[in-house]
Structure formats: structure tokens, C-alpha cells
């Protein structure tokens, strides 16, 4: 009867994986680069490049000369200084005497019935003097001078409310590195390649694009004011859906982030973004539990089959599990790499695998954390 059960949990769990790996995640894999659009359109409405900022002075020093490096002729930058100690109001007043297309509004404080970014956000995106909005955040680099071009392009041209991106890490040396830029690529293959299947289920704000317009109608964070985070993917999950909203996969469309350098930092940023997940929808919260369970079940049935299997010395069947898993892996590396090509422009190190099962551990155990967790702050 256990023998039957390991066999089963693995088969059952197989079955889901290869579905996700093939028919899912393949979608991002297959996509074709042309489908995102030309790098250059006759509609050049104008942008504002919205960034809230606290305590972010070193940060903006490096962002704001990069982002007047944008090859497009119609855009401003807001930064929306959010209660900050640094030097970041008096660095603000110097830039802009040299970029007069720069500006900046001050929040002193936050009402006790918001959460700080969303209310930094919100007062940005009133103030804004475009319609089109492009969010990112003050640790975060453009990818390349045609990032406003394209990531505004389903916005301008085919008439969408919501331009979602993708936003990496820089590479770094370490393990934490490593596993930073697999669980990032492995986040960006779930809404990425749901919403090529016109079902997207959220964004990230630090490359996300949508109208001021649609935002003030909907009444800005409406309904998600007490939830810390959430600015990003839950305002997405809301709203977007099939018709008004388009995956943006160009590697020169992406942002780049600065990767945490400790654990301790990783583990905060991660339960932040993973506390926010029980507020999807429930049909969004069972895709991305229907592969956690499958994966569970392929690596749970699989370690169980091999123990078993080597005690009772049954090489035959030790060897078929074996391969079935190395198979499995070799070809989530294989679809990870060759999305990973399409999305930043460089391929994934056979490392994927390790951290493929290491993955297990993280979702389950610091999913479980953030997911009861009650205290979450910005900064």
C-alpha cells in the first residue's frame, strides 16, 4: 500500500509539472520577440516616470541621470519623496535645476488609515502631468534607452489600461544571488506566461505601466488601503484581464534590480510580497497552488520511491525514477532557459536544478509564514 501511494503522488504530481512546464511555461518559451512591438510608433503621447522614494538617496543618485538617458521625446520623471531623512529632498532641488523635466513632491506623513507606499503612490500619480504612467522604483535601472518606448507601447498604441513588465536582479556572486535569479524567473514564467494566455493575475511595480485615467476611476487603492503592499500585484489582480492588459517581453523592456546582499534582508522583502498573495483571487491563488502541490507531490513521491526503492534494492525501478526526475529537471532547465532568453536576454544556469528543489522548503515553509504573518511594513 505505501509502495502504491509513493507511485501515485509521484505520477500525479509528474503529470501537473509536465502540463505547467509544457503547456504553460512553454507559451513564454515559444513567444515571439516581434509580437511585442516596434521600437518605434507614430503615437508619442506623453509619460510620466513615477518613482516613490524613501530614504533612497544614494539610489536616486544613479537612477535619475539614467532614466534622462531615455531615447523618447515626450516624458517627465516624478519622484514622490515619502517622509525621507536622508539627503534626498536637498539631492531632489539640486537635479532639478540640471533636468528641468524632473519634479518631485514631498509626503510629510501618512494618514493612520493608509499604507505609506500607496499613499505615495496615490499622491504621485494625481499630480502627474500625463496620462500614461510608468512605475518603477528607486533601486531599479533600465534595462536599455528604449525601456519608456516599449513598456508604454500596448498603453499608446493598442489602447490597454495595463503594460506589465519584468524586473531582475543583477548578477552577483553567492548562493543568495543565485537563488534570488531563480525564484525571480520562476515568478516572472507564472504571470508572464498566464497572461500570454489572456489571463493576467498581477505585475510588478517596478516595471508596471497603466493610465492615470483608469487609476483615479477606479478610486486609486480602493479596498486595498490596509493592506501593506500590494500597490503592484493586487491592484493588477483587481483589475487587469484578457482584453486590457499586455505582457510586455522584450529584454530591452526589463528593469534591474539591486539584489539583497544577506539572508536576514531577503527573508523581510520576501514575506512582505508573499503576505500579499491570500488577497488574490481565488482562481489565481489555485494556479499558483496547483503547481506548488504537484511539485510537492513529484519531489515528496520521487525522494520516497528512490529510499524505498535502494533499501529493497531495486535498481530496475531506482533507475526509472531516477531518470523520470532528472528528465523532469533537465527540461525545466531547458524552458526556463530558453524563456529566460526571451524575457532578459540571457539564458539560466544549470543551477535551476538544485534551487528547483530547494524551492519546495521556501514555498511551503516561509509561504506559510508570510501567509499568517500580521505585521508587514514598507520601510
Not at 494625481?126 to 504612467?133: E, L, R, S, T
Not at 512605475?135 to 513598456?151: F, G, H, N, V, Y
Not at 522583502?269 to 483571487?281: A, D, E, F, I, N
Request: aromatic letters at 14%.
Amino acid at each position: 500500500m505505501g509502495l502504491f501511494l509513493l507511485w501515485f503522488l509521484f505520477g500525479i504530481g509528474l503529470i501537473i509539472q509536465i502540463i505547467y512546464l509544457l503547456l504553460i511555461f512553454g507559451r513564454t518559451a515559444l513567444f515571439k520577440s516581434s509580437a511585442s512591438g516596434a521600437s518605434s510608433s507614430m503615437n508619442e503621447e506623453g509619460v510620466t516616470v513615477l518613482v516613490a522614494a524613501h530614504n533612497e538617496f544614494r539610489n536616486l543618485k544613479t537612477l535619475i541621470p539614467k532614466l534622462f538617458e531615455q531615447d523618447y521625446p515626450k516624458y517627465d520623471v516624478l519622484i514622490v519623496n515619502d517622509r525621507s531623512t536622508d539627503r534626498t529632498e536637498r539631492y531632489l532641488q539640486e537635479m532639478m535645476a540640471v533636468y528641468p523635466r524632473l519634479r518631485s513632491v514631498t509626503v510629510k506623513y501618512t494618514p493612520s488609515h493608509v499604507t505609506s507606499k500607496k499613499y505615495a503612490l496615490t499622491l504621485g500619480i494625481k499630480v502627474a502631468k500625463n496620462d500614461v504612467i510608468l512605475l518603477t522604483d528607486a533601486d531599479c535601472m533600465p534595462a536599455s534607452d528604449q525601456w519608456i518606448r516599449k513598456m508604454t507601447l500596448p498603453v499608446r498604441e493598442r489602447k490597454k489600461t495595463f503594460s506589465i513588465g519584468y524586473s531582475g536582479y543583477q548578477i552577483k556572486t553567492g548562493f543568495l544571488n543565485k537563488w534570488m535569479q531563480f525564484e525571480t524567473l520562476l515568478t516572472g514564467l507564472f504571470y508572464i506566461s498566464f497572461g500570454l494566455w489572456k489571463s493576467p493575475f498581477m505585475g510588478i511595480g517596478r516595471n508596471l505601466c497603466y493610465r492615470r485615467s483608469f487609476f483615479m476611476d477606479a478610486k486609486a487603492f480602493k479596498g486595498l488601503w490596509q493592506i501593506e503592499g500590494g500597490d503592484d500585484d493586487l491592484f493588477v489582480n483587481l483589475y487587469a484581464n484578457g482584453k486590457n492588459a499586455e505582457l510586455v517581453i522584450d529584454p530591452e523592456a526589463t528593469t534591474e534590480s539591486i539584489p539583497k546582499e544577506n539572508w536576514k534582508d531577503y527573508f523581510i522583502q520576501k514575506k512582505r510580497h508573499l503576505s500579499v498573495g491570500k488577497h488574490y483571487r481565488s482562481g489565481d491563488k489555485q494556479k499558483i497552488g496547483l503547481y506548488a502541490i504537484s511539485h510537492a507531490l513529484f519531489w515528496i513521491g520521487g525522494i520516497g520511491l528512490l529510499i524505498y526503492l535502494g533499501l529493497e534494492q531495486n535498481w530496475e525501478h531506482f533507475l526509472i525514477v531516477f531518470g523520470i526526475i532528472l528528465v523532469r529537471s533537465l527540461l525545466l532547465w531547458g524552458i526556463a532557459s530558453k524563456a529566460s532568453k526571451k524575457i532578459q536576454g540571457s539564458g539560466f544556469p544549470a543551477t535551476i536544478l538544485v534551487n528547483d528543489f530547494l524551492y519546495l522548503g521556501y514555498f511551503w515553509i516561509l509561504g506559510l509564514i508570510s501567509y499568517q504573518a500580521k505585521t508587514i511594513q514598507w520601510k
